[in-house]
């Protein structure tokens, strides 16, 4: 693929999230871009930072650490999200790292990013992945088990920002958006990481906060 692709396909992205925000009175603005740059080369990458995006999103932090500090130093304002599961060993790396963590997903981890984020002075913005369609093979706290996960969190001096989720494949995703959206109103987040490219407008209608986008912006994985 012409690495100019993916800068044409952004602005589309852009446009359509938009629509969808206004269609359901919400402020465009409101709805943050990531552009899910796992497994994508620098040179893949720098178009769009050329064309002045600055939120990515990667799910590994080694992967993250090998790439990214050359990529920032063109622009020191980008913001990177960390969107896969996180080892508690390396919980103080992702903090480091990353200005934003959507993967906070048990009590053990609880634990690790607030000694990690103690140590650093600093802390990235918190998301809790919660297992919205229940199933064992996701990470996510359930979501009976979400209160006590935000209380451990709140004892550990982490401050909570919003709730991620990635629901079940090939099945209607509104149903899971909705019930992430109720769990965060109940527990009064107000920021909601939902939305990928097969559902992202879906997801906009219904509160996202956050869209994560990988293949509509650069193609297929390999
Ligand atoms: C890879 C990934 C995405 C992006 O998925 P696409 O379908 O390529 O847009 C979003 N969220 C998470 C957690 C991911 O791992």
Redesign the pocket.
């Known amino acids: 693929m012409q690495h100019e692709e993916p800068a044409r396909r952004l602005a589309e992205i852009q446009h359509a999230i938009s629509r969808a925000a206004r269609t359901a009175r919400r402020d465009p603005a409101s709805v943050t871009l990531i552009a899910?740059s796992?497994t994508r080369t620098a040179d893949e990458i720098r178009p769009l930072i050329d064309a002045g995006h600055r939120a990515f999103?990667e799910?590994r932090v080694q992967e993250a650490e090998g790439k990214w500090p050359a990529l920032r130093a063109a622009a020191p304002d980008i913001r990177l999200h960390l969107?896969?599961s996180l080892q508690s060993n390396k919980a103080a790396d992702a903090v480091r790292l990353f200005d934003a963590i959507?993967s906070v997903d048990r009590p053990s981890l609880v634990d690790a990013l607030g000694k990690a984020v103690a140590d650093a002075g600093t802390a990235p913005e918190l998301f809790v992945q919660v297992n919205v369609g229940e199933e064992p093979q996701k990470g996510g706290v359930a979501p009976r088990d979400l209160p006590s996960l935000l209380d451990r969190a709140s004892d550990r001096g982490l401050t909570i920002g919003g709730l991620m989720c990635?629901p079940p494949a090939d099945v209607e995703p509104a149903p899971y958006f909705a019930l992430l959206a109720k769990l965060g109103h109940d527990a009064g987040l107000p920021r909601l990481s939902m939305g990928?490219?097969?559902d992202f407008e879906t997801a906009v209608t219904i509160g996202a906060t956050h869209v994560?986008?990988?293949?509509?912006l650069f193609g297929e994985?390999a």
């Open positions: 899910v796992k999103g799910n969107i896969g959507h990635l990928m490219s097969g994560r986008i990988g293949t509509a994985r």
